[in-house]
């Protein structure tokens, strides 16, 4: 932890030996120095917000070994309250394979924490080198403080991950550089002359295509056979009325009669099971089909004249 000279630091510790605390306090004050400060809070009173906002440039927490400490979301959400703009943190925490012991996140998951709670420039989670001796300190405390077993600890890695809280206030307002005046040219009061290649860059004219860069499509190709063919007269009637080919409530121009002859020329039967092609056996008792042949979907039923004519 380089650049602490002339800060204020903020330490977050859980339980720890007492002589633990007392080195790592000592160890911060050489670092940032007789115009620096040191302050120290314990994890579990953080979230009483007793700290002031925005007060500390680096805010550590978790460093002190032993620290079982697990960061929950309101805890980092406090650390970032406390964290000045444009400042630093750096947390150290147990961290473990998604899964294997119940309430530690993955170091993925920390990094996650972080970044959803509005920190920036999140780093890479690296795994801090421990001796044989901290690391039966650190087993040991994850057996006292979260009940977890000897087994399940030699999965468990101290992760540290560093995070930068973004250089303005939270609720923070700026005015946008817009001007909507028109611009002026030489002082004389007249709006100045758009700019020739911005204008010519929206010109298009066939003098500007090459025969051998861009080959165009032929408008007749856009229509087909159906397209040409004259549309029947009877069918462009419509209302006098309502303009459109849809009969007045008191219609007497015979259009209403019309549109109803279209409607029942138009009209099937239609199937609400859809399995009346089949035959007899699959059809319901109100089947328009009953007593008709089997037929493929779609076709037409027609009988033939032995079908019509009654069983001697």
Partial sequence: MDGLSGQKVLLVWS???????????????????????????????????????????VVLAGLVSPSSLIHSDAMVEELARVVQPGGKL?????TCPIGVVTNMRSPD??????????FSNVSQATAVEQTADERSLLHAALAEQRGVSAELAQSVTLTEVSAERPAYEVGASSALPLSFAKKVENGTGAPAAANSSVSDVWKFSAN???????????????????DKVKPDPSTLR???????????????????????????????PTSACGSCYLGDAFRCASCPYLGMPAFKPGEQVRLSDRQLNADA
């Fill in 109 to 118: 998951k920390l990094r996650s924490a972080l970044t959803l709670n509005g």
């Fill in 208 to 226: 500007d295509l090459g025969d051998d860069d861009i080959e165009l499509m032929d408008q007749d190709d856009l229509l087909d056979e159906s």
């Fill in 238 to 268: 419509v209302c006098g009325t309502t303009g459109k080919r849809k009969a007045c409530k008191d219609c007497s121009c015979g259009l209403a009669e019309e549109l109803a002859g279209e409607a029942k020329k138009s009209s099937k």
């Fill in 90 to 94: 750096i947390v150290r925490e147990p």
């Fill in 15 to 57: 339980a720890c030996p007492e002589q633990s605390l007392l080195a790592a306090v000592e160890e911060l004050k050489t670092k940032v120095g007789a115009s620096g400060d040191v302050a120290l809070e314990n994890a579990e009173r953080l979230e009483f917000g007793a700290q002031r906002a925005s007060a500390y440039a």
